[in-house]
């Protein structure tokens, strides 16, 4: 279910006037916040909060995440407070290892346990922001209740010690979408800055690059960029068009034997057939119309 979505909009989980409105936004889905867009101060207000407003936006239909935090005794006290009906799944930052998702896998298991919640109900989306959980990443993405891994694009640049952008970030991105694609995970993030929102059309460049390289979706921090994204991982009227010729012409051929045929002087076999498909089957689950 994550792999199919394209846009998670963070809100900040104690701000009642953003969360009033946040499921009108446009977003595939939402992230309540209790990391870093939350003051220290303000954390156990926030975490108080929390129950009402998962019940309230998870009834308007949308999937609703929690990013928690990454020191133990502030993940304790955020999986009191987020392991709760109509949670789809957590979001944990700063993940450098697989035995930390492992005893956070465990932990969160506990709390299902105790609150009657089917067993593995809540996910886990791993936020990669460093050059080190990079460079353990099978062992990260093979742990239990893993659902997505996630590029964190300005805390992996700064352990980098470089700008957001496309030359230090293009070969996380891959890294993660293959790993994320082997495991049949979701892939989330972008080869650029998630702080980019007045310069929408470099934005929309760096959204594309991340389609083009198999991520499946971005973190957004405001509304202008769940625009763009929906639209970017969209597919367009003319993939649209070419995959229904290919989807008729292929249906043609098996019926006749062949394995192999051309439309518009390019092979067609199973895999780009497949392929076909599956672009008619992403443009459905957005429009909600069948597969045709």
Not at 52 to 73: D, E, Y
Not at 194 to 207: I, K, N, Q
Request: net charge negative; with cysteine.
């Amino acid at each position: 279910m994550i792999a199919a979505l394209r846009s998670f909009l963070f809100a900040p989980a104690d701000n009642a006037k953003v969360l009033e409105k946040a499921h009108l936004r446009g977003a595939d889905a939402l992230i309540l916040d209790l990391e870093d867009a939350v003051a220290p101060a303000a954390k156990a207000a926030a975490r108080q909060g929390l129950a009402a407003q998962v019940a309230r936006l998870s009834g308007h239909g949308l999937p609703v995440l929690v990013r928690i935090n990454s020191a133990w005794r502030d993940v304790a006290a955020d999986l009191e407070a987020a392991v709760l009906p109509g949670v789809t799944a957590l979001v944990a930052p700063k993940v450098e290892e697989g035995g930390a998702v492992r005893v956070l896998a465990a932990m969160i298991g506990e709390w299902e346990a105790e609150r009657g919640l089917p067993a593995g109900a809540i996910g886990l989306i791993a936020l990669i922001e460093s050059p080190a959980a990079l460079e353990r990443l099978a062992a990260i993405a093979d742990s239990p209740r893993l659902v997505g891994l996630a590029l964190g694009s300005e805390d992996f640049s700064l352990a980098l010690g470089v700008e957001p952008a496309e030359a230090a970030l293009a070969l996380p991105c891959r890294q993660i979408a293959l790993a994320a694609a082997a495991r049949s995970l979701a892939a989330i993030g972008l080869p650029g800055s998630l702080a980019e929102f007045r310069d929408l059309e470099a934005y929309g460049a760096s959204v594309r690059h991340a389609r083009a390289v198999g991520m499946t979706g971005v973190l957004c921090i405001h509304p202008d960029q769940v625009t763009v994204v929906n639209r970017e991982f969209s597919p367009s009227e003319a993939e649209q068009a070419w995959a229904r010729e290919v989807i008729a012409a292929w249906n043609g051929a098996q019926q006749t034997g062949l394995g192999a045929i051309a439309v518009r002087g390019r092979m067609v076999d199973r895999p780009v057939a497949e392929r076909a498909r599956a672009i008619l089957a992403r443009a459905a689950s957005y429009t909600g119309e069948p597969l045709k």
